[in-house]
């Protein structure tokens, strides 16, 4: 089956966090989001909008650039955010880090720059290509990937 795609321009991190948002309501608030972009394109903005959906206080969520993964948990949800940032040539360790927070089945996986998994990527999963155009400005690009159509 093809990957779905669809594109966005946000005007503002609240356009962004609504589209992440909107995601996740598609994706049944279920699976594997990987998201590109370089620094500052706005990753961490659209962890926001995920997990506010989920009822996670954007307030809480941090790039856990430092600290590789940051779990959180609902009473209905359990959510890893990762950031494989420094992992870049240590494919073995992204790989092993999303096996083992796979086998804790959570709800929810985002992944910053998931690149750093190579060709070891879930097939099961949808990619957020984010591109920074300005201050304010985001092209964003979803691609479904082994998903049904919702």
Known sequence: MPPRTSRHTTKSSQETQKIASDLLKK???KGVICLYG???????????????????????????TFTYIREYETPSHK?????????????????????????????????????HLGKHLPEKRTDVHIHRKSDEHRDIHIQHHGLESH
Not at 40 to 54: E, I, M, Q, V
Not at 57 to 64: F, Q, V
């Open 79 to 115: 959510i890893f955010h990762v950031d494989f940032y420094r992992l870049e040539g240590k494919e073995h360790a992204a790989v092993a880090m999303l096996e083992e927070m796979t086998e804790r089945e959570p709800d929810l996986i985002i992944i910053e720059w998931a690149e």
């Open 38 to 64: 370089g620094l500052g394109a706005g990753k961490t903005t659209f962890t926001k909008g995920l997990s506010d959906s989920l009822g996670i206080s954007e307030m809480r969520i941090k790039s856990p």
């Open 27 to 29: 994706l049944k608030h």
